[in-house]
């Protein structure tokens, strides 16, 4: 199988418990490698222009305002099929829907705070990565 890419952030959920290296165990225990990294604070363009494939939803103000009230911090994960190997170690998105051992299960506090989010192909991966990282900053 091949070695892709996939991205992924850390909320402010779960940075503001202090729990950004507990979430990156069980991205690296599944088998994915951190090939870049760095907490930010979201300004809101940037949270209205990385989820505006959603601006038309009901809780798009709502996701915005979360993803900007607290640092974050954004990840390049490399490993083998790594946007289905994070999103298994995801969990579904509503926390109350994953399975046991998932992230999401473990520490998701609601379907907006839940804890993690990730590419959902590769080629939106491609897309969510150059979003945030300059090429030279991906280090594998
Ligand atoms: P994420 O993978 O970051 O992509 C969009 C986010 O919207 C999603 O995770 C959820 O955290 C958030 N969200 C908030 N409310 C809903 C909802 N009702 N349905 C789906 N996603 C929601």
């Given at each position: 199988m091949a070695v892709t890419r996939t991205f992924s952030i850390i909320?402010?959920?779960?940075?503001r418990r202090n729990l950004t290296g507990a979430v990156t165990k069980m991205l690296e225990d599944a088998g994915l490698r951190v090939v870049a990294s760095k907490?930010?604070?979201m300004t809101r363009e940037q949270a209205e222009g990385f989820y505006a494939v959603h601006k038309e939803r009901p809780f798009f103000g709502e996701l915005v305002d979360f993803m900007i009230s607290g640092p974050v911090?954004?990840?390049?994960?490399?490993g083998e099929d790594a946007v289905k190997r994070n999103r298994d170690v995801m969990g579904a998105t509503n926390p109350a829907d994953a399975d046991e051992g998932t992230i999401r299960k473990t520490y998701a506090e609601s379907i907006e705070a839940n804890s993690v989010h990730g590419s959902d192909s590769?080629?939106?991966a491609k897309i969510e990565i150059d979003f945030f990282f300059d090429e030279d900053e991906i280090v594998g």
């Amino acid at each position: 199988m091949a070695v892709t890419r996939t991205f992924s952030i850390i909320k402010p959920d779960a940075t503001r418990r202090n729990l950004t290296g507990a979430v990156t165990k069980m991205l690296e225990d599944a088998g994915l490698r951190v090939v870049a990294s760095k907490r930010i604070q979201m300004t809101r363009e940037q949270a209205e222009g990385f989820y505006a494939v959603h601006k038309e939803r009901p809780f798009f103000g709502e996701l915005v305002d979360f993803m900007i009230s607290g640092p974050v911090v954004v990840q390049v994960l490399e490993g083998e099929d790594a946007v289905k190997r994070n999103r298994d170690v995801m969990g579904a998105t509503n926390p109350a829907d994953a399975d046991e051992g998932t992230i999401r299960k473990t520490y998701a506090e609601s379907i907006e705070a839940n804890s993690v989010h990730g590419s959902d192909s590769d080629e939106n991966a491609k897309i969510e990565i150059d979003f945030f990282f300059d090429e030279d900053e991906i280090v594998g």
